[in-house]
């Protein structure tokens, strides 16, 4: 018996629930500056970053530019809370433009973005082959995959060619989950390889941002497929 039309498949009202609040994470995390009033998760990021309202240009310099000393030399997870507390506070630095009024000199390794002139500090996504590295002062691409060192760009291509299919699964539409036969067991699937990939980042690739980046930051969750950075063992 061929289900009802109109009626929403186990596996899609699954998807419709796990969307708003992790889609709502990887928004305030990922476009920090085009925050979205209505989402309560931006409303919640807002408030976080009130913390460094009433920090005086000079103040918020310094504190940037001595946290980006103590990122560097390690790669890190976007989760990480010195990482979420750096971005807040790069955000304000990005609305008083704070780089260019160079109050505050960063460690020398840091060179100037082409995007904003902030600092450069990479951010590894699963859309690196779209995208590039993603600037985590102004939420643009910092570098675009042409212009990633030519040492890396196999790694991260054949990492991405990996995952791409993998995160496909979330979005298949109804003829490709009938296709599939048990979709629930699809989406597990697709989820626990997504798991695989993102340690694989974390363990192996972002590392090597470091031979050419001073720190580097690496997506540590899927929230199409309900990978949370919890879910992601090193
Ligand atoms: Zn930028």
Redesign the pocket.
């Known amino acids: 018996m061929s289900p009802a039309v109109g009626m929403t498949p186990p596996a899609e009202r699954k998807g419709e629930r796990k969307g708003d609040s992790t889609k709502a994470f990887r928004h305030a995390m990922l476009h920090p500056m085009a925050t979205d009033a209505d989402l309560p998760l931006d409303q919640l990021w807002m408030e976080y970053r009130n913390a460094f309202s009433d920090f005086d240009d000079l103040t918020l310099a310094r504190w940037l530019a001595q946290t980006l000393g103590q990122l560097a030399g390690k790669s890190w997870r976007l989760s990480h809370p010195l990482l979420g507390a750096y971005r807040l506070a790069a955000q304000w630095g990005?609305d008083r433009q704070i780089w260019l009024k160079r109050l505050a000199t960063p460690p020398a390794a840091y060179t100037e973005?082409a995007?904003?002139?902030?600092p450069m500090l990479p951010l590894l996504s699963r859309d690196v082959k779209e995208s590039g590295l993603i600037?985590?002062?102004?939420?643009?691409t910092?570098v675009p995959f042409e212009e990633i060192p030519a040492e890396l760009q196999p790694v991260l291509e054949s990492w991405s060619a990996q995952y791409v299919p993998v995160h496909a699964v979330a979005h298949w539409d109804d003829r490709q989950r009938k296709r599939a036969g048990d979709y629930d067991r699809a989406y597990e699937n697709a989820a626990a390889e997504a798991e695989r990939l993102l340690a694989l980042a974390g363990a192996e690739i972002a590392p090597k941002l470091l031979d050419f980046y001073p720190a580097a930051v690496w997506e540590d969750q899927d929230e199409c497929l309900e990978v949370r950075p919890e879910d992601i063992v090193l």
Do not use: F, I, T, V
């Open positions: 990005h973005s995007c904003c002139r902030a600037c985590q002062h102004c939420g643009e910092l």
